[in-house]
């Protein structure tokens, strides 16, 4: 199974900042990786897909990057709304399998 | 728009049986991959299955591969996680999700998600 392993586990930053969340594959996973944003008792939400097509009505603060084994999701300036975790998942081999995750908080 | 809304969660003895069930509506059913997942308290999200849009075959996790079956209606538009030999670590909100892309026969992104069923397993 492929192994998806994100960093930071978690994170602390500004309102403003920009934050960027990486997902290492252990193997080459071409682009098909995705990032969702989950907030507790809600619905995770699909924010990119294929490694950087942002997802219909995601803020275009959000982008992501990479290819290969090695992918960041970025957030260019941090919103309050944005307090979530956030996780890596790839859809290049079944079984498809998510990263542990990233919760992000405010400074 | 899109609707997914899972049912069946509850509190259930390690060994025991239970039948998730998620209602979809808001587009065409039969012409999307289905997945579950799940996210046990404190842990991170846990893909566990996946039907293609056809029902030509099915795809499991490790953790649920032999104890678990999706299956899937669509005539009636749902899809179900029949779960046998439950274990505490199974004890998890479960998360129904439709393709993002129709008519994949291996799986696309998971575009979207239901709100969750709560399943607790305990003696």
């Known amino acids: 199974d492929i192994q998806l392993t994100q960093s930071p586990s978690s994170l602390a930053a500004s309102v403003g900042d920009r934050v960027t969340i990486t997902c290492q594959a252990s193997?080459?996973?071409?682009?098909?990786l995705n990032w969702y944003q989950h907030k507790p008792g809600k619905a995770p939400k699909l924010l990119i897909y294929?490694?950087?097509r942002l997802d219909v009505g995601v803020p275009s603060r959000f982008s992501g990057s990479g290819s290969g084994t090695h992918f960041t999701l970025t957030i260019s300036s941090l919103q309050s709304e944005d307090i979530a975790a956030y996780f890596c998942?790839?859809?290049?081999?079944?079984?498809?399998?998510f990263g542990q995750g990233t919760r992000l908080e405010i400074k | 728009q899109v609707q997914l809304v899972e049912s069946g969660g509850g509190v259930v003895r390690p060994g025991g049986s239970l039948r998730l069930s998620c209602a979809a509506s808001?587009?065409?059913?039969?012409?999307?991959?289905m997945h579950w997942a799940r996210q046990a308290p404190g842990k991170g999200l846990e893909w566990l299955a996946f039907?293609?849009?056809?029902?030509?075959?099915?795809y499991y996790g490790d953790s649920v591969k032999g104890r678990f079956t999706i299956s899937r209606d669509n005539s009636r538009e749902t899809l179900f996680l029949q779960m046998s030999g439950l274990r505490p670590e199974d004890t998890a909100v479960y998360f129904c999700?439709?393709?993002?892309?129709?008519?994949?026969?291996?799986?696309?992104?998971?575009?979207?998600w239901g709100q969750g069923t709560l399943v607790t397993v305990s003696a």
């Open positions: 999700a439709k393709d993002l892309k129709g008519y994949f026969d291996s799986g696309s992104p998971l575009g979207d």
């Open positions: 808001g587009f065409t059913f039969k012409t999307y991959g």
């Open positions: 039907v293609p849009y056809d029902d030509s075959n099915k």
């Open positions: 193997q080459d996973i071409s682009y098909y």
């Open positions: 294929d490694a950087d």
């Open positions: 998942h790839q859809y290049d081999n079944l079984p498809f399998t």
